[in-house]
């Protein structure tokens, strides 16, 4: 009983795996499975140990061989990519810095040095995150609890509309030394089991933004709570580009800060190259930031 019952639950880890696609969205609950689907692959060493247990060499190799495979070329790449490097543009950091984070300044501080470009999501306005990055950078945009900090000129800068009741969401245009970029700094409706529905209607805002904005060079920053494997980030993965999965070694989780299982926030872009990406830990935050290297096509 025990053999077959390992069998079994390695082919429908294995179809887990490999069909999630497939999946009913299940009133919100798949989304959030999506979320954290790399950690299924913890699945394979668990029924390894019940299959030896059982001493079936067969029920051992298909544990070994199905679903481990299937983990494998899904996300084999991710821990074996290395950054490509090459000469960069801009040095940028988006960051989460937590609303009710007393370390905020120190937070920003750590993460904001030697950066061009700097995002944060649930600033306290004129609290000590935002004190702190107008004494590190000589421009910003900041709308409500969102903002954008710039060691070079910001020649436009406009609130938009992500379709919550207040605005978490902001339009830039930044003079660069290798010619114009446009920003947008966006921190969309958060999603939970079953309660889903306001967040995909964020990112269809999004996307709108983004196909109607004619910049060659745009770049996308914040706290989108859609990790990288969540079915919907492909309203915005293409047409945009992500850091992490072009530069990124691993999968680069953000959250929880203490222990990091998913990544909700996102480095993306077109008219751009990524050289380097990765992640930083922030004083106080539940949020790590994601960083990137990027060089203006």
């Known amino acids: ?18 069909g999630h696609g497939l999946l009913p969205d299940l009133n919100g609950f798949t989304p959030v499975l999506e979320s954290l689907l790399p950690w ?58 937590g609303v009710v984070n007393n370390n905020s300044g120190r937070a920003v501080r750590a993460v904001a040095k030697d950066r061009d470009l700097f995002a944060a999501q649930e600033l306290t306005p004129g609290g000590p995150a935002a004190r702190e990055l107008d004494q590190i950078f000589p421009y ?12 070079h000129p910001i020649v436009e800068q406009r609130r938009v509309d992500i379709g919550l009741a207040w605005t978490r969401a ?24 079953g309660a889903t529905a306001k967040r995909d209607d964020t990112l269809d805002h999004a996307r709108r933004l983004i196909d109607r904005d ?12 859609t ?13 945009l580009l992500d850091a992490q999965q072009e530069a990124g070694g691993g999968f680069g989780f953000t959250w929880p800060s203490s222990f990091p299982i998913t990544r909700p926030d996102h480095i993306l872009y077109r008219g751009l190259t990524a050289t380097s990406a990765g992640v930083e830990e922030a004083a106080g935050s539940d949020h790590r930031a994601a960083v990137a290297t990027l060089r203006l096509k």
Do not use: C
Not at 69 to 93: C, I, K, Q
Not at 175 to 190: E, Q
Not at 227 to 236: E, G, N, V, W, Y
């Open 40 to 97: 299924l692959g913890l699945g394979v060493p668990i029924l390894l140990v019940g299959a030896l247990v059982s001493r079936s060499g067969k029920a051992a190799l298909a544990v070994l061989l199905l679903p481990g495979l299937v983990w494998a070329v899904m996300f084999g790449p991710d821990l074996l990519r290395t950054a490509p490097g090459g000469p960069s543009d801009l040095f940028v950091a988006t960051l989460n810095v």
């Open 140 to 151: 910003k945009a900041q709308v409500s609890t969102i903002g954008l900090w710039s060691r």
């Open 227 to 239: 990790a990288t494997t969540d079915r919907k980030r492909s309203d915005l993965v293409p047409p």
């Open 1 to 18: 009983m025990l053999r077959r019952v390992i069998i079994v639950m390695a082919g429908a880890l294995a179809l887990l795996l490999g």
């Open 170 to 193: 902001l339009r830039a245009v930044v003079k660069t030394p290798k010619g114009k970029l446009t920003v947008y700094v966006m921190h969309l409706a958060s999603a939970r089991p």
């Open 214 to 225: 004619p910049s060659e060079h745009l770049l996308l920053l914040g706290d989108l709570n």
